[in-house]
């Protein structure tokens, strides 16, 4: 079985990762997680406790989330599960991911522009994780994997066929394209979209590392290219 974590605030691309996520079970059976976040309120008794943290949705959302039951539904192998998790901390999500038997998060945009310090939270613990991200593009729309960009960063000594052999596990798309980041990525950002547009790229691909301090970037290479990027830990390549 396989299970998909999607942190959110439930915004209008929610609909988009759990679409993706779909597709990316292939068939197999599959629980699709949304985690909904909040503060663990200041309460004096049990009662006061539920209250305030009984989830509220406003209309629109609660309709997002009624047409993201009804994708869920109609594959007849995935089911939708909603986790309403109060507080965030490392040992928190790592208990939680291994309850759940994360194979994939999946990270929309309006999830990493979120501002609240609970959900920056959560995307830094994420990042510093093992567990493979897909980031996906800037716009809200359905994607077909099946041709992807390596990004090899030189820290990094993965090698085309390393990274490959992991995807092969998961993913059905192959790695056509390498790009060696030797410099800004900003400065080479022209050229590596010259490439994506001769060669019908639809993924980007990148190996991470846990970071040894606190603050790594959260802005991920795709928010400058606009691809949907996956990121596998260099460890689990290894």
Same mark, same amino acid.
């Given at each position: 079985m396989k299970n998909i974590l999607i942190p959110t605030t439930v915004e209008n691309d929610i609909l988009t990762a759990v679409k993706t996520a779909v597709k990316y079970t292939t068939g197999t059976n599959c629980n699709i997680v949304l985690?909904?976040?909040q503060k663990i309120p200041n309460a004096y008794s049990a009662s006061q406790f539920l209250r305030e943290t009984t989830p509220s949705c406003t209309p629109a959302q609660n309709s997002l989330l009624n047409q993201c039951r009804e994708v869920v539904t109609q594959t007849g192998n995935c089911r939708l599960l909603i986790h309403h998790q109060c507080g965030m901390s490392a040992p928190l999500l790592k208990n939680l991911?291994?309850?759940? @038997?994360?194979?994939?998060v999946?990270?929309?945009k309006s999830y990493k522009e979120e501002k609240n310090s609970l959900h920056s939270t959560c995307r830094q613990l994420l990042?510093?994780?093992?567990?493979p991200i897909l980031?996906? @593009? %800037? #716009?809200? #729309? #359905?994607?077909?994997? %099946?041709?992807?960009?390596?990004l090899e960063y030189p820290k990094i000594d993965l090698g085309i066929h390393e990274v490959q052999k992991l995807i092969n596990e998961q993913f059905s798309f192959k790695i056509v394209s390498q790009a060696k980041i030797e410099e800004s990525i900003d400065e080479m950002v022209p050229h590596i979209a010259e490439t994506i547009s001769k060669n019908n790229i639809d993924i980007l691909i990148e190996a991470r590392r846990t970071a040894k301090k606190s603050g790594r970037k959260e802005q991920s290479v795709n928010h400058n290219l606009g691809l949907p990027l996956l990121s596998v830990h260099a460890e689990t390549v290894t």
């Open positions: 985690m909904m976040l991911m291994d309850h759940l @038997g994360t194979d994939l999946i990270l929309t990042l510093n994780s093992k567990y980031h996906l @593009g %800037n #716009e809200s #729309e #359905e994607y077909n994997f %099946n041709k992807a960009m390596y």
